[in-house]
């Protein structure tokens, strides 16, 4: 039971309140291609979520059935207290993510966006943590059954969307004393030396308060976004993958053996003393130049667009996942990686972007006749989207090819 799905419209909803009043008080929390990246990541979640799931078997499901303690009745007050030892399951694994190379490699994602805005809630991981996952376990052998921790575990990130935000400044006290907010989310994604490692609660903060990790967000110390080693890209695919190469690389290169297995384990940053010397990696916590890519108003539009084309085909995905075969779901998920793929390379000014795209729309035209077949209205909107792209497409490159031969012409 996953209320996820049913709480997207109410995200997209936010978004837009979001942008206008981003919009009419004249502030600068949104950028296009930031946004786009942000959301392109999230559907890239839900993708290889979906593929993850076609893996026959569930550490989760073979402990509860095998070493369950206890049976809990099917009612409010077991949910109750499911959600909130969830919550606490949370914050540890939330921890590891921030304390640990393997965890950081899987949730760096996350906090890769140099904005701060709702769209940054849906900037999630495609990498799992393995040992982030472990802390879920406790609740197994207590005897919650595993659906009940994908039901509690929906609704706490539902909560943790709201709180990415810079539009409100501070809740009333005695909410802040006991629940995340806006002011010590926003302290949680800053690189501020002062802030890093702060605030790893989802719904409650009382965790922070017990385990000394808590920090109020402070006047005389603006909030920096981002990362350390900035990530410089708009490719999903490549963020995704970003630290968990950088990783690998060290392991490989450095020539002390004990180093190749225990550094995945050791502290984030982390690095074997031997490849830190050959290959330093220049880190500030700053505020530096934001990473962007300069687009023409067309091509902004053209982005802007591509994403809603990209977004209408996850929806029926999601939808129709259940009953769709293995080999329908490993192809629908590579033609809507690709898709994400593309768009990145697109927003990165790419020379091979529309090569990229026109492959694209080939393979989801082919996509759209299986869409069809299964929901039609739903098909013949995309394939009319994909048709409309594409014309949209040839005509910027037509626009492009002529101001091309205006700034080369004597």
């Avoid at 394939?383 to 080369?408: E, M, Q, R, Y």
Wanted: with cysteine; proline share 4%.
């Amino acid at each position: 039971m996953n209320f996820i799905l049913l709480a997207i419209p109410g995200f997209f909803l936010l978004i837009v309140i979001e942008l206008l009043w981003n919009h009419f008080k004249g502030t600068d929390y949104y950028r296009l291609n930031d946004s786009i990246n942000s959301l392109s990541l999230g559907i890239l979640s839900r993708i290889t979520g979906a593929l993850y799931a076609l893996l026959p078997l569930s550490l989760y499901a073979y402990t509860y059935e095998s070493f369950a303690l206890f049976t809990w009745q099917d009612n409010i007050t077991t949910w109750i207290i499911a959600f909130v030892i969830y919550d606490l399951s949370y914050y540890w694994n939330h921890r590891f993510g921030h304390t640990m190379n393997i965890g950081w490699a899987s949730h760096v994602i996350h906090h890769s966006s140099e904005e701060y805005n709702l769209t940054t809630a849906l900037r999630q991981t495609s990498i799992p943590n393995p040992i982030g996952a472990l802390c879920f376990i406790p609740m197994l052998l207590l005897g919650f059954p595993p659906w009940l921790l994908v039901a509690v575990g929906s609704l706490n990130l539902i909560y943790q969307y709201w709180v990415h935000t810079q539009v409100i400044d501070r809740m009333p006290a005695w909410y802040e004393a006991l629940f995340i907010t806006p002011s010590n989310h926003r302290v949680h994604h800053a690189k501020n030396k002062i802030y890093i490692d702060k605030n790893y609660g989802g719904v409650f903060l009382i965790w922070d308060r017990i385990f000394n990790t808590f920090q109020p967000e402070l006047k005389q110390e603006k909030v920096i976004f981002g990362i350390s080693t900035q990530l410089a890209s708009w490719n999903p695919i490549w963020g995704n993958l970003q630290v968990l190469s950088s990783l690998i690389r060290d392991a490989i290169r450095t020539e002390k053996w004990s180093d190749k297995f225990t550094l995945w384990f050791r502290k984030t940053g982390y690095r074997p003393e031997d490849v830190t010397t050959k290959y330093p990696i220049i880190k500030s916590n700053l505020a530096a130049d934001k990473f962007d890519t300069k687009l023409s108003k067309s091509q902004k539009w053209y982005v802007f667009f591509q994403y809603l084309f990209v977004a209408a085909g996850i929806l029926p995905f999601m939808i129709l996942l259940k009953d769709m075969t293995s080999t329908e779901i490993i192809t629908t998920s590579v033609v809507l990686t690709f898709s994400l793929f593309s768009l990145g390379r697109l927003q990165e000014n790419s020379p091979n972007s529309i090569i990229f795209e026109t492959i694209k729309f080939i393979a989801c035209t082919s996509a759209c006749t299986w869409m069809f077949a299964h929901m039609p209205i739903i098909g013949f909107i995309v394939g009319l989207i994909s048709v409309t792209s594409l014309i949209t497409l040839l005509a910027i490159l037509k626009k492009l090819s002529v101001s091309i031969a205006a700034d080369t012409s004597y």
